[in-house]
């Protein structure tokens, strides 16, 4: 008797051990049957590529994620509209860091390797903001032809949200790749005035700030969205033109900038060549090591009050 309960909750266990199994089979081919048709809709609108290439560092990158500096991080390089993880970005860093602390110790004085580490980040940090600002102009470029086409769209009667649709497709890079997440969150249901705030605060701009304000204060109170982009047209056609001639003009102090910096670099290897061993020798007091930092300190403030001084706001 014993032996036939113990073989019939032995048989009871294995039927629900199957039917759990079987489930759960169910249950995972139906999550990737999921998963796979909405990568397939989110690649047909274009918001993931096709084929993205595969990524390095995931485990750095998931881990990066987590904390508030890789969450900034990942702000920055989606303005920046590079392909690239936060995690691959961190550690090319590190490798440059790592790389010129060596050359600036092997080649100057192991007093520098730290200063040309330190030197790694900033690098780093300038090639995100000229990477950001270029894909921001080249974005506020494109901004006369984006209200000519949202214009045209509106006065042929659509509604705003399929003319920015239409204007996703009709542009090129990067004002059709910012237009199409645009035009994603509008699909699933956001709502205007976030949209475009968000597509503000990637892309900031004193022109796209007042485009995003015509646009979504014509969304709210109605009017006559027609003739304010028209007007709204002609106008950054003329900003357009006034920011290239500032630029051309100051291109002759933007370099100077540059200049000073590395000329005071190029000192220091001129003095260890000159004489050799200068630099060990002048670092090796504590006096010698605060005239470095010091010399250094003045060389970034001359080239950020060189910067603020050419920087003319349209």
């Not at 998931?62 to 508030?68: A, G, I």
């Not at 199409?180 to 509008?186: E, H, I, R």
């Not at 590395?262 to 004489?275: Q, R, T």
């Amino acid at each position: 008797m014993e032996l036939q309960t113990v073989v019939t909750l032995t048989t009871g266990i294995t039927l629900l051990t199957c039917v759990l199994a079987v489930a759960g089979l169910h249950a995972y081919a139906m999550g990737k049957a999921q998963r796979q048709a909405l990568v397939d809709r989110l690649s047909s609108t274009g918001q993931i590529p096709v084929a993205g290439r595969r990524r390095h560092f995931p485990t750095l990158d998931r881990r990066l994620r987590r904390t508030k500096l890789g969450r900034k991080l990942e702000l920055r390089l989606a303005a920046t509209g590079l392909d690239i993880t936060p995690g691959e970005f961190f550690a090319a860093m590190l490798a440059t860091v790592a790389g010129l602390w060596l050359i600036g110790q092997a080649t100057l004085a192991p007093f520098f390797g730290p200063i040309a580490g330190l030197l790694g980040v900033w690098v780093a940090l300038q090639f995100l903001n000229w990477q950001r600002q270029k894909r921001i102009e080249k974005f506020i470029n494109q901004l006369p032809e984006l209200a000519r086409i949202l214009a045209n769209a509106t006065q042929a009667g659509l509604a705003l949200r399929t003319a920015i649709g239409m204007a996703a497709e009709e542009l090129e890079a990067p004002a059709g790749e910012e237009l199409a997440k645009v035009a994603n969150q509008l699909a699933v249901g956001a709502s205007m005035d976030d949209a475009l705030g968000e597509l503000a605060d990637r892309l900031p701009s004193r022109e796209l700030v007042v485009l995003v304000t015509t646009l979504v204060l014509s969304n709210r109170a109605g009017g006559q969205v027609v003739s304010a982009l028209r007007n709204l047209t002609e106008t950054l056609e003329e900003r357009k033109e006034t920011r290239r001639e500032i630029r051309t003009q100051l291109s002759q102090v933007s370099m100077t900038s540059y200049a000073v910096p590395v000329m005071g670099v190029g000192s220091l290897f001129l003095m260890n060549g000159v004489k050799d061993g200068a630099l060990d020798r002048m670092t090796a007091s504590p006096v010698g090591q605060a005239c470095v930092i010091i010399a250094f300190a003045l060389y970034a403030v001359g080239f950020v009050l060189i910067r603020r001084m050419s920087r003319i706001d349209v």
